[in-house]
């Protein structure tokens, strides 16, 4: 189990970090990137304005690369979040009264004769 103190320095880290959407990008598959949007309404990106914000120099780096990028602070502090919640519902369905059930047994009559 995650222990709250690291669930709290994963989200500290988390809101630090440069903002996403991140990337890794088959053309700098040992680079990771950020994609800056310039402010439009419409939600597109311009990916002409990117970031490199980690340079991966491992031997396995094309999936240490795409594995940072998926990692990007948004996604991070959303599992976070759900963690968090998840342990308030378990604590709350622990808490319940529990209904045990009995099974019958068939009564019988038994013969003192």
């Known amino acids: 189990m995650i222990p709250d103190e690291k669930l ?3 989200e500290r880290e988390a809101l630090a970090a440069t903002p996403g ?4 990008a088959p053309f700098a598959y040992h680079e990771v990137g950020v994609y800056h949007a310039r402010g439009s309404t419409s939600g597109t990106v311009d990916v002409s304005r990117t ?9 396995n780096r094309v999936h240490d690369a795409a594995h940072i990028a ?7 502090l959303d599992m976070v979040a759900e963690l968090r919640e998840a342990r308030v519902r378990i604590a709350e369905l622990e808490a319940k009264p529990r209904v045990r059930r009995v099974e019958r047994q ?3 009559f038994e013969d003192d004769g």
Request: aromatic residues 12%; proline residues 15%.
């Open 106 to 108: 068939p009564f019988t």
């Open 21 to 24: 959407p991140w990337f890794s």
């Open 8 to 10: 709290d320095e994963l």
């Open 70 to 76: 998926a990692a990007d602070p948004q996604t991070v």
């Open 51 to 59: 970031e490199i914000v980690a340079r991966v120099p491992s031997r």
